[in-house]
């Protein structure tokens, strides 16, 4: 038996202290105190998500934020990259894909808030972290309060003002939050300058915030620090193991800090581990890897469960404002003068693709749906309803917590908790190095005067398996004392429909305080126990709905669903009601419209069923929804030219990390052209040319414009077309791939590193095929 005592009281947080937040009079007003953020009196409880705009393109943005919205997020985080908007200096560009205003505009017409990261210096593997070239020509010294700089940075800002006008909090706009410079770690009073610029320039925010890891010296209540954690390290060597500091963020815990992101630029160590000063600040997050790049020397494959338990770890220790980087990817812009891609060649010490900024993120580069969308959105779904109770709550450690990250042994749990109610969290997923199931495990928790031990028999939990079960929570007006089931939130309606799913394999059971109930309605057993009434023998799936009816009558509803169908959740208002809808196809919501994406026959089914549902699944109504019939095009392939002798390993003197290969390198490529049919475009849907290959290095041309590359990781190559297509359908593909040596110093994952290197090298094309993505739309008409 595992033991925690919740302590009974809480010390309310501090508040007052710091120089942040609206006035607290106004309708909508955000605040803060050491604790957690507030918006119209209440806890709020955000999820970021980071998308760059100007890496994407600006007739694809609206669909793609309908998708981030889709996903959870509430808040769009988006650098401002210096260097995309005058590369020239006293030449600004705010036009096309580099309209900053257009963009906020329509994160606010769906809902979206919005950070702006407004820099001068932002990184986000940017050419000289965002500035451009002729800032460090200019000689002054950046990054610092040199008048010479703060020259500079005045039109900028003054710009970046412009920009926003009319979409500040002051008058009713989406910008909760500007994010000033990033990653600097020992100029406080630098900071407080490009703040006092910015509100000079327009640009202001109830919330000020600054990146805080690395030990940063923040000047004190004028920003909230926020922090991150990643899977995986494309900055870090390339050894074969996980990366140190990586493998801190699923232990649970207080500590915040992450010294290892941008260890790579920073001039000194970091020393000491001191992190009391924090405690005037909530626990807020910035840059949870909703993925990782892949550098030229180290190319990491990031799964679901990576970036999932990685995001719970942080839920369990405290966060109350969650953010991803990124959440989106994109695809970095090439310059009038020079790519923008940071490199060996601008100093610094990792080589990145020229253009792909996939990031294995949750939403790829052309907005495709990985598996990381549905682990996120689970969570998510669980904190649009009990994210603002969350946010009061403190971390608790049990007793027997793991002493150090080497500990692969000891089980990883936590409860938050308000000293009334709570969460157990779980963690028991470790990337690269999984770690051991655990028999006969049963918690013990004493939580307001009562011990609530869950499960009542013990279990195992497997290894991979990471969750939160809820301690005395409410369940309209019974009393849930645990269950061993992860809640995904509420539906409104005049009978309110807890939902929760199944986790890890374990039996599902419902402990309710039995003076709180007077009913239970079924397909499970009831039992009395000692003054609780325990719910058993469930089948999680759209068939499991328990009623429940309060002492007073008043009724509730439990939905218990099974692991797999859970991560096909979706929720929202939809068809004049509050619904759950289940694909196996990803789906959004928009307008009291049902959009699902993908190819496949599958229906879809929706609680409360609609009126027009001609077949049910359980408590479900099931819609056939299917895709317009018709044979995939094919893609011609053919090869130009054999690739020459492989190219030997080039080391970057100053960071003795591999460089990834030339323009002249490519001249010694395989080429091969591919045509695609016109009938591939016959919508306005995106198509995705999928390359299954093996090699080093791979660059995409179209009438001889670089259009994508990748450093070969694994996973197929995916492009998107629809942005190219008449010169596509003109000039066709050329596709050139560069053979990987089996002495290159470069890391790849075991996952997929190739088991052989015929004469020392290996590159094979295994196929090239075209992935249509339609778009159905689903109406009350049925289609």
């Known amino acids: 038996m595992r033991r925690l005592d919740v302590p009974s009281r809480i010390p309310p947080p501090a508040q007052g202290h710091l120089r942040l937040g609206d006035r607290p009079d106004q309708p909508d007003a955000i605040t803060v105190n050491a604790r957690h953020l507030s918006r119209r009196g209440k806890p709020w409880f955000p999820i970021t998500g980071e998308f760059h705009y100007g890496r994407y393109p600006a007739a694809e943005w609206r669909e793609e934020l309908v998708k981030v919205r889709a996903g959870g997020v509430t808040v769009v985080s988006t650098y401002v990259f210096w260097n995309l908007h005058e590369e020239r200096r006293g030449v600004f560009d705010w036009s096309g894909d580099r309209d900053l205003r257009r963009f906020v505009a329509t994160c606010a017409e769906l809902g979206l808030d919005v950070v702006v990261r407004i820099g001068p210096w932002g990184h986000g593997e940017s050419r000289n972290g965002g500035f451009p070239d002729w800032v460090l020509e200019a000689g002054c010294v950046p990054r610092t309060d040199d008048p010479r700089y703060l020259d500079l940075v005045r039109p900028l800002f003054a710009q970046i003002g412009a920009q926003l006008a009319g979409l500040t909090r002051e008058?009713?706009?989406?910008?909760?939050?500007?994010?000033?410079?990033?990653?600097?770690?020992?100029?406080?009073?630098?900071?407080?300058?490009?703040?006092?610029l910015a509100q000079a320039a327009g640009i202001d925010a109830p919330l000020w915030t600054a990146t805080g890891w690395g030990h940063a010296?923040?000047?004190?209540?004028?920003?909230?620090?926020?922090?991150?954690?990643?899977?995986?390290?494309?900055?870090?060597?390339?050894?074969?193991?996980?990366?140190?500091?990586?493998?801190?963020?699923?232990f649970f815990g207080p500590g915040r800090d992450d010294d290892s992101i941008g260890a790579d630029l920073r001039a000194t160590e970091v020393t000491g581990s001191d992190e009391s000063h924090l405690a005037r600040y909530p626990f807020a997050t910035c840059e949870l890897g909703g993925g990782m790049y892949t550098s030229y020397h180290r190319r990491p494959i990031v799964e679901a469960a990576d970036v999932a338990a990685l995001g719970l770890v942080k839920l369990g220790s405290g966060s109350v404002w969650q953010g991803y980087y990124m959440y989106h990817g994109a695809s970095q812009k090439i310059g009038a003068l020079s790519t923008l891609q940071e490199s060996h060649a601008t100093g610094y010490p990792n080589d990145c693709p020229v253009i792909s900024y996939d990031f294995q993120a949750p939403l790829g580069?052309?907005?495709?749906?990985?598996?990381?969308?549905?682990?996120?959105?689970?969570?998510?779904?669980?904190?649009?309803?009990?994210?603002?109770?969350?946010?009061?709550?403190t971390l608790v450690m049990p007793p027997d917590a793991p002493g150090d990250t080497a500990d692969r042994e000891t089980l990883r749990w936590c409860v938050r908790s308000d000293g009334?109610?709570?969460?157990?969290?779980?963690?028991?997923?470790?990337?690269?190095?999984?770690?051991?199931?655990?028999?006969?495990?049963?918690?013990?928790?004493?939580?307001?005067?009562?011990?609530?031990?869950?499960?009542?028999?013990?279990?195992?939990?497997?290894?991979?398996?990471?969750?939160v079960w809820p301690l005395a929570r409410p369940v309209g007006g019974s009393l849930l004392l645990s269950a061993t089931a992860q809640p995904m939130g509420v539906l409104d309606a005049d009978e309110p429909v807890h939902v929760f799913c199944q986790t890890a394999g374990i039996p599902v059971e419902l402990v309710f305080d039995a003076a709180t109930v007077a009913e239970v309605e079924g397909p499970a057993t009831v039992e009395h126990e000692a003054?609780?009434?325990?719910?058993?023998?469930?089948?999680?799936?759209?068939?499991?709905?328990?009623?429940?009816r309060d002492a007073s009558g008043a009724p509730a509803a439990v939905l218990?669903?099974?692991?797999?169908?859970?991560?096909?959740?979706?929720?929202?208002?939809?068809?004049?009601?509050?619904?759950?809808?289940?694909?196996?196809?990803?789906?959004?919501?928009?307008?009291?419209?049902?959009?699902?994406?993908?190819?496949?026959?599958?229906?879809?089914?929706?609680?409360?069923?609609?009126?027009?549902?001609?077949?049910?699944?359980?408590?479900?109504?099931?819609?056939?929804?299917?895709?317009a019939a018709g044979q995939v095009p094919e893609a011609k392939v053919e090869q130009v030219r054999q690739a020459g002798p492989a190219r030997r390993p080039v080391l970057d003197p100053a960071s003795g990390r591999a460089s990834a290969p030339?323009?002249?390198?490519?001249?010694?490529?395989?080429?091969?052209?591919?045509?695609?049919p016109v009938e591939a475009f016959a919508g306005e849907e995106e198509v995705l040319l999928r390359l299954d290959w093996v090699g080093d290095a791979g660059r995409a041309h179209v009438g001889g414009r670089l259009v994508a590359d990748q450093f070969w990781y694994g996973p197929a190559w995916e492009i998107g077309l629809r942005r190219f297509r008449e010169e596509i359908l003109e000039h066709g593909i050329e596709v050139r791939l560069l053979p990987l040596r089996e002495d290159a110093p470069v890391f790849v994952s075991p996952k997929a590193r190739p088991a052989a290197y015929p004469g020392g090298s290996v590159l094979e094309l295994r196929s090239v095929t075209l992935v249509p993505a339609p778009r159905t739309v689903v109406t009350e008409e049925g289609r």
């Open 171 to 196: 008058h009713g706009g989406p910008v909760v939050a500007v994010q000033v410079e990033n990653e600097l770690y020992d100029q406080p009073g630098h900071l407080v300058t490009l703040k006092r």
């Open 217 to 250: 010296r923040l000047p004190p209540d004028e920003v909230i620090p926020l922090f991150g954690g990643y899977p995986e390290a494309a900055w870090d060597t390339a050894h074969d193991g996980l990366p140190r500091q990586s493998r801190a963020h699923y």
């Open 365 to 393: 580069e052309y907005g495709q749906f990985r598996e990381s969308f549905h682990h996120l959105r689970l969570q998510h779904l669980w904190l649009a309803c009990d994210g603002p109770d969350l946010a009061t709550m």
């Open 420 to 467: 009334r109610s709570g969460f157990l969290f779980v963690n028991n997923h470790q990337p690269v190095e999984p770690l051991p199931a655990h028999e006969e495990v049963r918690f013990a928790v004493e939580l307001d005067g009562r011990e609530l031990v869950v499960p009542r028999e013990p279990v195992t939990v497997p290894s991979g398996a990471y969750f």
């Open 531 to 548: 003054g609780r009434l325990v719910i058993t023998d469930l089948v999680p799936g759209p068939g499991c709905l328990v009623r429940v």
């Open 560 to 627: 218990v669903l099974d692991a797999a169908g859970a991560l096909t959740a979706a929720r929202g208002a939809l068809w004049g009601a509050d619904r759950l809808v289940l694909s196996e196809r990803p789906v959004v919501i928009e307008e009291g419209r049902l959009v699902v994406y993908g190819q496949g026959s599958s229906g879809v089914r929706v609680h409360p069923a609609p009126d027009f549902a001609a077949r049910t699944d359980g408590v479900f109504g099931l819609l056939p929804v299917p895709v």
């Open 662 to 676: 030339t323009d002249a390198d490519f001249e010694q490529a395989a080429v091969y052209r591919v045509t695609v």
